[in-house]
């Protein structure tokens, strides 16, 4: 891939647990763009969309008696020295901090996901845009 070049994909989909699915699918399709992306970058990135993609499923709407019309956009993106993906949905806005993620306790059953994105990946973002949440997920290229 030359210095410069972008290549990205976006698509859309319904939030709904088949969605995960879909996620995973359009990802394996997506890496054939540029081979030279390592397994462990590829694992890192599906990792971390994975888990945002289940968390989005589980909590985004978990308010709506009504579902239709809630929508997932992934938006990908890899260049020389990244892999990136841009989630949003139109769902409830998500009241956390960043910051204070953490792996919960061993017993814990739930609360996993995303402290595992965020030791994943090299980036996540989270932001409120135009009535939608917008998640970022960054990882660095490395050499395999």
């Given at each position: 891939?030359?210095?410069?070049?972008?290549?990205?994909?976006?698509?859309?989909?319904?939030?709904?647990?088949?969605?995960?699915?879909?996620?995973?699918?359009?990802?394996?399709?997506?890496?054939?763009?540029?081979?030279?992306?390592?397994?462990?970058?590829?694992?890192?990135?599906?990792?971390a969309v994975?888990?945002?993609?289940?968390?989005?499923?589980?909590?985004?709407?978990?308010?709506?008696?009504?579902?239709?019309?809630?929508?997932?956009?992934?938006?990908?993106?890899?260049?020389?020295?990244?892999?990136?993906?841009?989630?949003?949905?139109?769902?409830?806005?998500?009241?956390?901090?960043?910051?204070?993620?953490?792996?919960?306790?061993?017993?814990?059953?739930?609360?996993?996901?995303?402290?595992?994105?965020?030791?994943?990946?090299?980036?996540?973002?989270?932001d409120r845009?135009?009535?939608?949440?917008?998640?970022?997920?960054?990882?660095?290229?490395?050499?395999?």
């Amino acid at each position: 891939m030359a210095e410069a070049e972008v290549v990205s994909e976006t698509f859309e989909a319904p939030v709904e647990p088949e969605s995960l699915d879909l996620v995973q699918d359009r990802l394996a399709a997506f890496w054939a763009h540029d081979e030279s992306v390592s397994p462990a970058d590829r694992l890192r990135l599906e990792l971390a969309v994975v888990e945002v993609v289940a968390n989005i499923v589980e909590h985004a709407f978990a308010l709506d008696a009504d579902r239709r019309g809630r929508m997932l956009t992934v938006e990908l993106s890899m260049s020389a020295d990244r892999v990136e993906a841009v989630l949003s949905d139109n769902g409830v806005p998500a009241s956390l901090d960043l910051g204070a993620v953490t792996m919960p306790d061993a017993d814990a059953t739930s609360g996993r996901g995303l402290a595992l994105a965020v030791a994943a990946v090299d980036e996540v973002g989270y932001d409120r845009v135009d009535g939608c949440n917008q998640w970022r997920l960054v990882c660095r290229r490395t050499a395999d």
